[in-house]
Each structure stands twice: as C-alpha cells, then as structure tokens.
C-alpha cells in the first residue's frame, strides 16, 4: 500500500491532490508488475482502466494497416496514461508495451468517473493533466519539424542528464531501436545522429553516453538548424 500511496502522491496526474482524496483514490488502485516486452493493452480494446507509473519505462504505439509501428510515446516515473480514453469510455487509442520491466498502479476507470461526478478537485487533476500533456505534444511536433536529428538526440540526453554544465554521463534507459522510433527516426539515423555528436563531446560506449561538455551540447540543441543556410 505505500507504494501506491507514493506513486498517487508523486504523480503529475493527482501530485496537488489533499490527502484525503489520495486515500481514496488509493483504495480502489491495485499494484502490477510487468517484465520487459510485456502487453498492456492493445489498441481498439475497450479501456476499463487508468495507469500510474511507478518504475520502468511503457512505451504507447500504434500500428497502420501495412503494419508499420509509429511510436506516440514513452512514458516513466511519475507519468500517467491512457486517463483520458478511460474517462470518457472509449476504446485505447493506441497499444501499451513494458520497454522495461517497470511498476505500476493500476485505477479502476469506473470508479475513477465516480468520483469525478462527486469531487471537482479530481476533475480539475484531470484537466491540467490534459493541457500538461498536450503542450508536450506540441513540444513534440516542434523538435520533430524545427530541429534536426541530431539536434533531437542531444536534446534527449539533455533530457535524461542531471549534472549541471559538467561532464557526466547518461545511461539510456531503454534500447536504441525503441529510442529511434521516440524520436521519430530511423534506426541508422539515429547512429549517425551519434556519430556526429561526437564533435560536441559525446561519446557513446553500449548503452552509456559521455558527455564532456552540457552546456556545448545545450547551446547544440538549441541552435537554429537553418543557420548554415544563411551565413555567407
């Protein structure tokens, strides 16, 4: 139960909640572990519930009638999915992968609606949560169209670095395929992307990258990529 408890307290989706509506939250959430590889849902199911990430990383995609995988999202600790189509009773949009194994805290959506009729302050969760992840979505959109490959790889890793302007490094959190396909990329793009950090200090060895110098690799990222265009 303490796990729930602080997954629901630490979430973004319930994390300005008062403690009471926590509890009761908490009482009707159940705690699952998947392995790596293991299937959530599929996408056109009919969603019953709400997912609350303790650890681990879930990847959410869909797949075209060729049968190709576009992936929409991942997601870890902190996060929460398929909220909004389990509120309002429709299918899953998309389908939900463990990229590792992970921990999560499972919300019966019946329940969840519930309480929304009764308790404003969970409808209100709900709402932020929306507009959070939407700005996301046009985060998303912008770095896909506005910046380059490897622009998008280094702002990854700048993503995932907590170490200031120094050198550090970043451990990948899941496997480079899977990174490709978050950043829209193929997966020989995303080497080269690689590659060509390596002018900005990154170096990377397996699933570690290096960096020698965050606020290069920053000023990288956030860099205009039409400038070479323009200069002369």
């Given at each position: 139960m303490t796990v729930i408890l602080d997954t629901i307290r630490k979430s973004v989706l319930f994390s300005e909640l008062p403690q009471n509506l926590v509890d009761r939250v908490a009482a009707f959430a159940t705690l699952r572990e998947v392995s790596q590889g293991e299937t959530l849902f599929v996408q056109g199911e009919p969603s019953d519930s709400v997912f609350l990430i303790a650890r681990g990383?879930?990847?959410?995609?869909?797949?075209?009638?060729?049968?190709?995988?576009?992936?929409?999202?991942?997601?870890?600790r902190g996060h929460s999915f398929a909220e909004a189509v389990a509120i309002r009773g429709t299918p899953y949009p998309v389908s939900a992968e463990a990229a590792t194994e992970a921990v999560l805290v499972r919300l019966d959506a019946?329940?969840?609606?519930?309480?929304?009729?009764?308790?404003p302050q969970i409808a209100r969760s709900l709402l932020v949560n929306c507009v959070i992840k939407l700005q996301a979505f046009v985060t998303q959109v912008e770095q896909l169209k506005a910046r380059s490959g490897s622009q998008r790889v280094a702002e990854f890793l700048i993503e995932l670095a907590d170490c200031g302007d120094d050198k550090c490094y970043v451990d990948l959190p899941y496997n480079k395929v899977l990174i490709a396909g978050r950043l829209g990329m193929k997966p020989e793009s995303l080497s080269r992307a690689f590659r060509r950090l390596r002018d900005y200090g990154v170096r990377i060895e397996g699933n570690r990258a290096w960096i020698e110098d965050m606020q290069r690799l920053i000023d990288f990222a956030s860099e205009d990529p039409s400038l070479p265009w323009t200069k002369g």
């Open positions: 990383w879930i990847k959410l995609y869909r797949v075209a009638p060729s049968g190709t995988e576009a992936v929409v999202a991942v997601k870890t019946r329940k969840l609606r519930q309480m929304i009729e009764t308790e």
